[in-house]
C-alpha cells in the first residue's frame, strides 16, 4: 500500500490520494487485496454504514475494505472499476485524490453528493 495513503479528504471524511504518479489504465487499487465477496443474507445483517461500502457487481455482493472503501466519489472521477480493481482513467499526479464515479455502480444506499465537481449530478447510487 505505498502507492497509495489514506488522510483527510475535502471531499468527504478519509480519502486515497496517490503516493507516486500513475499513468493511464494503470490499476490504482487493487481489489483482491481490499473487497470480500458476501451472500445477501450477510448483506441483510450488515449495518446501514456498511451498506454504503456494498456494490451488487456480476450478480455478486462485494464489500470494499481499506483502502478501497475511502475512494470518494466524484461526478469527475480519475479512476473507473475493473475486475482487478480501481484503473486510472488519465494520468493521476503524486498527492491527487483517487476518485470513482458510483453513479454508475449498483450500491445499495442513495447517498448525498460532495463532490464539488463543476459535473455535479447531485445524488450517488
Known sequence: MKD?????????????????DFKKGEV???YSTCSEKLTEKQVKKLSENQKRYVSFI???YV??????????HSCDANTKTSKKGDV???????????????????ILVKIKCKCGSK????IIG
Do not use: M, Q, W
Not at 119 to 122: E, I, S
Open 4 to 20: 497509495i495513503i489514506i488522510k483527510k479528504s475535502k471531499i468527504h471524511g478519509k480519502g486515497v490520494f496517490a503516493n507516486r
Open 28 to 30: 490504482v487499487i487493487d
Open 58 to 60: 456480476n450478480g455478486k
Open 63 to 72: 464489500l470494499f475494505k481499506s483502502p478501497a472503501n475511502y475512494v470518494n
Open 88 to 106: 486510472a482513467l488519465r494520468n493521476i499526479k503524486k498527492g491527487e485524490e483517487i476518485t470513482g464515479d458510483y453513479s454508475n455502480e449498483n
Open 119 to 122: 459535473n455535479c449530478k447531485g
